[in-house]
């Protein structure tokens, strides 16, 4: 059974910084493009980075320069470092899989910038 089980997400102040976490199972994680998206109110989920089955990244241009993502092949787990967080990084941030037309996604997990 394949899941992604996101976590970390929380409430922080402007200019604060989280680590999210997602841990995967069910499937061989090393070979899938592990990607994290963002889902705010009334808004469209956005890709906010990706990371190759190499480690080569992209990230969307909001978040260039304060956003790392990373994963650990041994853990089946991908990283989301956020760093001075802003309040339109509020939302609820999706784990994502995919491989060749393969897509998981995980629940979500709420992250709110606000003072």
């Known amino acids: 059974q394949v899941q992604l089980v996101e976590s970390g997400g929380g409430l922080v102040q402007p200019g604060g910084s989280l680590r999210l976490s997602c841990a995967a199972s069910?499937?061989?994680?090393?070979?899938?493009?592990m990607g994290w998206y963002r889902q705010a109110p009334e808004k469209q989920r956005e890709l906010v980075a990706h990371?190759?089955?190499?480690?080569?990244?992209n990230y969307a241009d909001s978040v260039k320069g304060r956003f790392a993502i990373s994963r650990d092949n041994a853990k089946n787990t991908v990283y989301l470092q956020m760093n001075s967080l802003k309040p339109d990084d509020t939302a609820v941030y999706y784990c994502?899989?995919?491989?060749?037309?393969?897509?998981?996604w995980g629940k979500g997990t709420l992250v709110t910038v606000s003072s």
């Open positions: 994502n899989a995919g491989f060749i037309g393969v897509n998981y």
């Open positions: 069910g499937f061989t994680f090393s070979i899938f493009t």
């Open positions: 990371i190759f089955r190499d480690g080569t990244t």
